[in-house]
């Protein structure tokens, strides 16, 4: 590494024109970069109960809906409906709309004159508002339409807008747009009128997403400058890592357009992430080259001292870097899959034009400087620091007490945390969305869903009474578990007809099989093609819910799980599927992926450390100030109420890939002032002196860096931010107390010491 370092240098303008090809190579396929938000890409790739909810969707049908919601006192006043009517005859008519289900379509099925009537509830308008809320409260009777099409307290409606199925995604742009325009009429004669769905959740996210980049991206960039200006007082330095991390940005971008990789809620942050992220082996490099510049070296022999010091030590921080940021996607949720690919190429990229750039640019113009300058460097810093190791030394027992209790506290908060997975709650309390989102909750069951599917293999199984009633026994657990889920299933349907063929609203289920064989005679498969096959060999229970706490949706599951063991008819068999038991698999995998990518950077730092220094038991040593971080960021989340989510499951596995690059730089450093030395002491006195000012700066520079993010409306994205500045600022803590007391009583030899040594002997 130190020579290709020098190679670099010796032909910069060779090697500073292939970065410009390179950088021109990536900007032509920049145009091919999207914004895209997708449900799947919040869900584990290769799940089983993803293939098997697929299976499900197909047996069943899926259509993508969206709901206009209308909220008044008066739902079925006939002026009202008049604009109402109009309005869904508008949206019928639009190409992206297949069809509408509403009042004005849904079967009020009934018996007139001894027939059998199926005329929908709204076919002929009611001509008083009397007429209205009678014809209401006979829907709200309805248990297939109740929570779903119109409210139990009958103030809210909802309008079902099925999308076309196309073989290219519905543009949701398009949809929200279209809606929104549909919607201005209702607004002018309902209380309040708004279409809500995951198309409108996707849309906000999209747009959110760009409009943050252009506000969070100038906050980073001058977080970064005025930590770098205050801490380097050089103007190449201070330009330098800006310069890098743009060339890395446009060749990520490159990469992403040409490899059609979106841009998404994880994916966003990538671009700050490498302007703050990728400035720490820059401001290494730099304060190498004026350590040395600073003692009187001119700029070759500086470049050959800043190689000779820091080019090992790059290459190795960059690899435990990448490894913790490669280690996000271990989870198998695509998002976070995209994120660690994404993120650790944008390192990669990055560590690439550091080292090419970085040599280059100080062989042709590192003898600029201002005239001010760092007092990390003056002679007063390194009195400095021999007077804080002698007080570390002295009060060693009191700050092991004190940093051991630290972290007693904080491991007790790690049982409370949280897991929260809901997608819309990355959104906030002030989004519009998340707004009328919690307006539908409170009106209607919700927009979530949970299949349970019941089969047999027999042909006409659910046309016997006796496996309705078990349809029926398992509808009424659930609806026990919470009334204001709405649960539906054939056996509904069975009874509306039975109720209006008995001409009784108490009629209920049929009760015999020759009941059911002659409501059949009246019964049309395709209404009721999403609750049973057309054998009647396999049924669904479909539950709509507003459940977002995983804690409490995993509850239901293992609760219904229970009863269906427990309680179904031996020869039947049930299955729970739906987006709801995905999210749960993700969460899972979410979890599990966060404990791999910790305990895969601890363990790879490890080795790496092990390896150089021959010895496992520097190795473990090693990890003591990195373990640390990791426990208090997990008992901040405890204590402070912050769950598990898309955007925390990030921090501690990127900011620990960080954070352990210091502890390396540290012993790495300790062991040449070691070797140059010979005195404990004064080694670990000019290692503090000389690593105070990259180490400092670095942390800082991340530390303020990642509280950009929490400036972020996405309380992911805020959360992710706050936490790492919180790795970051106890990991500079532990990097100078924990790593120095640790490792000062070791006489650390490094692989290539030995090496070396061995060599001089054969010599």
Excluded: C
Aim: charged share 15%; aromatic share 8%.
């Amino acid at each position: 590494m130190q020579r290709l370092l020098l190679q670099f240098a010796d032909r910069p303008w060779i090697w500073l024109s292939l970065l410009l090809v390179a950088s021109v190579l990536a900007a032509t396929q920049i145009g091919e970069l999207r914004v895209r938000v997708s449900a799947n890409e919040m869900l584990v790739a290769d799940d089983p109960q993803r293939v098997y909810y697929e299976e499900v969707k197909a047996t069943f049908g899926e259509e993508q809906v969206v709901l206009l919601i209308v909220e008044d006192q008066e739902l079925l006043a006939p002026d009202k409906l008049q604009v109402l009517q109009s309005v869904v005859n508008g949206l019928e008519a639009l190409p992206l709309v297949e069809r509408t289900e509403s009042l004005f379509s849904v079967p009020h099925v009934r018996s007139i004159d001894g027939f059998l009537d199926k005329q929908p509830y709204l076919a002929k308008l009611p001509e008083t508002a009397e007429e209205g809320r009678d014809l209401l409260a006979k829907a709200i009777a309805n248990p297939l339409i109740r929570n779903v099409l119109v409210s139990p307290n009958g103030q809210a409606m909802a309008v079902a807008v099925v999308l076309a199925d196309t073989e290219t995604p519905v543009d949701d742009h398009l949809v929200t747009s279209a809606l929104e325009r549909a919607t201005l009429p209702l607004q002018q004669v309902y209380n309040r009128a708004y279409p809500i769905g995951f198309p409108q959740v996707r849309t906000e996210i999209g747009e959110r997403i760009m409009a943050e980049q252009s506000a969070l991206m100038p906050l980073a960039v001058g977080a970064l400058l005025i930590a770098l200006f205050l801490l380097l007082r050089q103007l190449l330095d201070i330009l330098t890592p800006l310069l890098t991390a743009g060339i890395s940005i446009l060749w990520t971008f490159g990469l992403m357009g040409w490899l059609d990789i979106p841009i998404n809620v994880v994916t966003s942050t990538v671009p700050i992430l490498l302007i703050v992220v990728g400035s720490t082996e820059d401001v290494h490099l730099l304060a190498e080259f004026r350590h040395a510049q600073r003692r009187g070296e001119n700029t070759r022999l500086a470049l050959e001292h800043m190689s000779r010091k820091m080019g090992r030590t790059v290459l190795l921080t960059f690899i435990t870097t990448y490894a913790g940021f490669l280690s996000v996607g271990l989870s198998g949720i695509e998002a976070l899959s995209q994120f660690g690919l994404v993120a650790s190429t944008g390192l990669l990229f990055n560590f690439i034009v550091t080292v090419i750039f970085i040599p280059a640019a100080l062989s042709l113009a590192g003898r600029w400087q201002l005239d001010g300058r760092s007092r990390l460097f003056d002679e007063g810093s390194l009195r400095w620091s021999a007077a804080y190791w002698r007080f570390l030394t002295r009060h060693r027992l009191q700050a092991f007490i004190a940093l051991a209790l630290l972290a007693a506290i904080a491991a007790t908060g790690i049982p409370r945390i949280q897991v929260n997975h809901n997608p819309i709650d990355s959104l906030g309390e002030s989004s519009p969305v998340a707004q009328n989102i919690q307006s539908l909750n409170e009106q209607f069951a919700g927009l979530e869903s949970v299949s349970v599917v019941i089969e047999s293999g027999i042909q006409d199984t659910f046309l016997h009474s006796r496996y309705l009633d078990e349809l029926v026994k398992v509808q009424r657990f659930i609806q026990g578990m919470d009334s204001s889920m709405s649960v539906t299933s054939f056996a509904d349907y069975l009874t509306l007809l039975n109720n209006a063929f008995q001409e009784s609203e108490d009629a209920g289920v049929p009760a015999s099989n020759e009941e059911i064989t002659e409501l059949m005679i009246f019964l049309d498969h395709d209404r009721v093609s999403s609750y049973v096959t057309e054998d009647y060999s396999q049924t669904r229970i479909l539950v709509r819910h507003d459940i977002a706490a995983t804690d409490r949706l995993k509850s239901m599951r293992a609760e219904l799980r229970k009863f269906l063991d427990e309680q179904l008819d031996p020869g039947l068999t049930a299955r729970i599927a739906g987006d709801s038991i995905l999210t749960l698999s993700a969460t899972r995998s979410m979890i599990l992926g966060q404990l791999q990518s910790v305990l895969l950077i601890l363990t790879f730092f490890i080795l790496i450390i092990a390896f150089l220094f021959t010895d496992l038991r520097v190795g473990l040593i090693a990890a003591l100030p990195n373990i640390f971080p990791v426990i208090i960021l997990f008992g901040v989340m405890g204590y402070a109420g912050i769950p598990l989510n898309i955007g925390t499951t990030m921090a501690a596995a990127i900011a620990i890939g960080i954070a352990v690059d210091d502890t390396l730089h540290f012993m790495l450093r300790y062991n040449q002032e070691l070797r140059t030395s010979r005195s404990q002491t004064r080694a670990m006195q000019n290692t503090i002196y000389e690593e105070a000012l990259p180490v400092v700066s670095t942390s800082v520079a991340l530390t303020v860096g990642f509280l950009v993010f929490a400036q972020s409306g996405f309380a992911p994205v805020a959360q992710f931010g706050l936490l790492s500045a919180l790795v970051m600022s106890t990991a500079l803590l532990a990097d100078f107390v924990i790593t120095p007391l640790a490792i000062s009583s070791l006489r650390l030899v490094t692989l290539w010491d030995l090496l070396s040594a061995r060599v001089r002997q054969q010599v």
